[in-house]
């Protein structure tokens, strides 16, 4: 008895607002005492990362209702995360974070279940990203924030209107923290600006001169740094330098020190290595708190509408007193990752050359000299050279057989345009359509085309 009354006094807030209408709702909202458990049994979670906010996501989305969710990461726990991942305990050193994580919140939450995935996110396929209602992202890397993006922008459809297909659209929650600062972005492809529209709003990394690393380090970074970019090259010749590798990684420790003892430099540590070489940025546990709080709110009002979404993007500082600001970024029209690209309906018998002819002649394109590929694969280079050649062949094919006979695909254009006199570089997005091809192009498609 005491139980049940408890685990209804958890959801009495939640309750409220999931079962009553209200005056912000979003758009299609209908409130009922049963939304929650539908939320709990229907909808499928995805967290990416399971580090310092990771574990704040897991833990507040897991007491938000949601019962079915996946969290997947690649490392393992160290020393150096306890004092901020609080999932974690010194017996676990060297355990996978998405395994215990996961098996620490079930043990606090009852009823929910969470599903580990201890590998890279490059090692899933399309079909495991596609099976989530919503992706909700703890990551501290701009190439993995950009790799879900293009994953979740890849399932999106457009209408003839080039309005998007309200059914393949991916949602996503992105958070990052740095500091005592931190962000909180609602990501809805096709609607707001995905990561790669506004990938601006991230300052370019650090580089240090090779010659000050060679030559007169000043710091311990630059120790590190001339370690890694340098001596491991040296020691290593042919060898990938692997970051995620702790063998790779005490050696590049290692080789830091004896150059820092070399010219009188204090502060290498490995944990300071590894900031420095994998770009770790020092997190603090309320940043984190404060974070995954904004971002699992906004991930509960995606799936059950019960208030609008954040418009767009969220900053916090909390470097001196609170500040928090929100602000709606545009969407950029053709952005490559989730625009809808240049419609061009195609006949199946267009070889790649035909292709690329008609791609100088197109009125909304005019591009000369143009390099072609297919998901990542080059199917034409004009350069350099060696990939002209190596390419060359595939000029006599049939498109159709190069981009595997489906009936319709997104394929990407690189070449020169030129306005007013002046020429410039450029890519392009193209959403091939084959005619004639079951599933390819419909009446509509035809008639907006002519």
């Known amino acids: 008895m005491a139980n049940a009354l408890a685990e209804q006094g958890r959801w009495r807030d939640l309750d409220k607002l999931l079962a009553r209408p209200g005056n912000i709702v979003g758009h299609g909202f209908e409130h009922s005492p049963t939304l929650r458990e539908e939320i709990g049994e229907f909808v499928r979670v995805l967290v990416v990362g399971a580090g310092g906010l990771g574990c704040e996501l897991l833990k507040d989305l897991a007491l938000s209702g949601f019962k079915n969710i996946d969290v997947i990461d690649m490392d393992t726990i160290e020393v150096s995360n306890l004092n901020r991942q609080f999932l974690f305990r010194l017996q676990d050193v060297g355990k996978s974070k998405a395994e215990v994580a996961a098996k620490r919140v079930m043990e606090r939450v009852s009823g929910v279940t969470i599903v580990s995935h201890f590998c890279r996110i490059e090692d899933k396929d399309l079909e495991f990203y596609n099976d989530f209602n919503i992706i909700v992202l703890g990551l501290d890397s701009i190439e993995a924030r950009s790799y879900i993006n293009s994953v ?248 159709f057989d190069l981009m595997g006979k489906v009936p319709k695909d997104t394929i990407h254009v690189s070449g020169t345009t030129e306005k007013d006199g002046k020429k410039t570089s450029c890519l392009r997005k193209l959403r091939v359509v084959f005619k004639g091809v079951v599933g390819g192009s419909t009446d509509m498609d035809i008639a907006r085309s002519s």
């Open 152 to 399: 979740a922008c890849s399932f999106l459809e457009y209408d003839c209107d080039d309005k998007p297909v309200p059914e393949t659209v991916k949602p996503m929650v992105d958070g990052g923290t740095e500091g005592f600062k931190g962000h909180a972005r609602v990501i809805l492809p096709g609607t707001t600006p995905c990561f790669e529209c506004n990938i601006w709003l991230f300052p370019p990394q650090v580089k240090f001169p090779l010659c000050t690393l060679a030559e007169t380090p000043r710091t311990a970074a630059h120790c590190i740094e001339y370690a890694h970019l340098i001596k491991w090259d040296e020691a290593h010749s042919g060898k990938a330098f692997d970051a995620d590798d702790p063998v790779h990684m005490q050696w590049v420790y290692s080789e830091a020190l004896k150059r820092a003892e070399l010219f009188g430099i204090t502060g290498v540590t490995y944990s300071l290595t590894q900031g420095v070489v994998k770009n770790i940025i020092p997190a603090i546990a309320s940043t984190n708190a404060i974070i995954s709080a904004a971002c699992a709110l906004e991930a509960l009002k995606i799936v059950s509408g019960c208030s609008k979404t954040l418009s767009n993007y969220l900053t916090y500082n909390g470097l001196e007193g609170t500040h928090i600001k929100v602000t709606d970024f545009v969407r950029d029209m053709d952005c490559l990752v989730c625009g809808p690209g240049t419609l061009i309906e195609l006949d199946t018998s267009v070889t790649l050359s035909q292709f690329i002819e008609l791609l100088g002649e197109h009125p909304n394109l005019h591009l000369s000299k143009p390099s072609v590929t297919y998901r990542g694969n080059n199917l034409y280079m004009q350069s350099p050279p060696i990939l002209e050649e190596m390419t060359r062949s595939n000029l006599l094919l049939l498109l």
